[in-house]
């Protein structure tokens, strides 16, 4: 009897302790697309304000993270598409960290134009990394 009280004393435990759960990360909009290459094709939580939704169905969902014209593109992939009631409210998007390269337009910088407005100014002929989110699932954290 003391055996099988010992037994199930043991597979209790490690019950509870597979049952306790950590809890997730969740990232801001400014978190992923700073730390957007340590996050790529990661599943991540990220909330933001929904600032946007794409007028063609509702597909793209544009988070802001407070910082004026800073977003972050949600797509969905998993599901149709983002409700109407998102707009204008914080969203949480559980999501995989995409990334695409977009060429810089333009012409080569001078010395003194990219002294003043910084590398991008001198990123003729190269790219700049983007970051987006292929959402699976999301919330509605406010209305």
């Known amino acids: ?13 490690a019950l509870a302790a597979c049952t306790k ?12 697309l700073t730390q957007g290459d340590s996050l790529l094709n990661d599943t991540v939580l990220v909330e933001g304000y929904c600032a946007h939704l794409c007028k063609h169905g509702g597909k793209k969902a544009f988070l802001n993270g407070g910082e004026q014209g800073v977003f972050l593109r949600c797509n969905a992939v998993d599901f149709e598409a983002f409700a109407p ?22 012409k080569p910088a001078s010395a003194e134009e990219h002294h003043h407005e910084g590398e991008e100014a001198c990123a003729f002929g190269k790219s700049v990394r983007k970051y987006y989110v292929n959402a699976v699932s999301y919330e509605i954290v406010t209305e």
């Open 21 to 32: 759960q950590v809890p997730e990360t969740v990232y801001s909009v400014g978190d992923v």
């Open 85 to 106: 009631e998102c707009l204008n409210n914080t969203l949480r998007v559980r999501g995989v960290v995409q990334a695409v390269d977009v060429p810089v337009e333009g």
């Open 1 to 13: 009897m003391k055996k099988i009280l010992g037994i199930l004393a043991v597979v209790l435990v």
